[in-house]
């Protein structure tokens, strides 16, 4: 892991949070087989993809991440939360919006049903140019 990232981590608070940021770098690395890398502001990125909208707007983007936040770590789904709504019904404790999982803490958590989601995300994002947002894949 960089130094970046190790330095990161060692300033992330509450203490829950810091703990829960190791255990999502760990679970991460298998189910991307990346190493993590800062993106700014404060989101731990693994991997990339390419994506491309109908409106011709495209670009690159992390292809699995999380932010550790003071009120919740944000697990980033970029194919969207809808596309794993049957896993996460298992995963315990959380919240989502259209693209983001959201956790207060790992307790609790399912933690090979989150591998899982992020591992099929990962997979779906990097198969080949990505055509939909997040909110579009709700639909």
Same mark, same amino acid.
């Given at each position: 892991?960089?130094?970046?990232?190790?330095?990161?981590?060692?300033?992330?608070?509450?203490?829950?949070?810091?703990?829960? @940021?190791? &255990? +999502?770098?760990? =679970?991460?690395?298998?189910? *991307? #087989?990346?190493?993590?890398?800062?993106?700014?502001?404060?989101?731990?990125?693994?991997?990339?993809?390419?994506?491309?909208?109908?409106?011709?707007?495209?670009?690159?983007?992390?292809?699995?991440?999380?932010?550790?936040?003071?009120?919740?770590?944000?697990?980033?789904?970029?194919?969207?939360?809808?596309?794993? @709504?049957? &896993? +996460?019904?298992? =995963?315990?404790?959380?919240? *989502? #919006?259209?693209?983001?999982?959201?956790?207060?803490?790992?307790?609790?958590?399912?933690?090979?049903?989150?591998?899982?989601?992020?591992?099929?995300?990962?997979?779906?994002?990097?198969?080949?140019?990505?055509?939909?947002?997040?909110?579009?894949?709700?639909?």
């Amino acid at each position: 892991m960089s130094a970046e990232v190790d330095e990161f981590l060692a300033g992330v608070t509450p203490a829950v949070r810091q703990r829960d @940021a190791h &255990a +999502l770098v760990d =679970l991460m690395r298998r189910a *991307t #087989g990346q190493e993590p890398v800062l993106q700014h502001p404060g989101i731990v990125a693994f991997g990339q993809y390419h994506y491309e909208y109908a409106s011709g707007r495209s670009g690159d983007s992390a292809a699995a991440g999380f932010a550790p936040r003071k009120s919740a770590t944000v697990v980033y789904l970029s194919d969207g939360t809808a596309a794993h @709504a049957d &896993a +996460l019904s298992r =995963l315990g404790p959380h919240t *989502t #919006g259209v693209g983001c999982l959201y956790l207060k803490s790992l307790d609790g958590i399912d933690l090979e049903v989150l591998e899982a989601v992020v591992r099929r995300s990962y997979e779906t994002l990097t198969a080949g140019t990505f055509g939909q947002r997040a909110r579009e894949a709700a639909d």
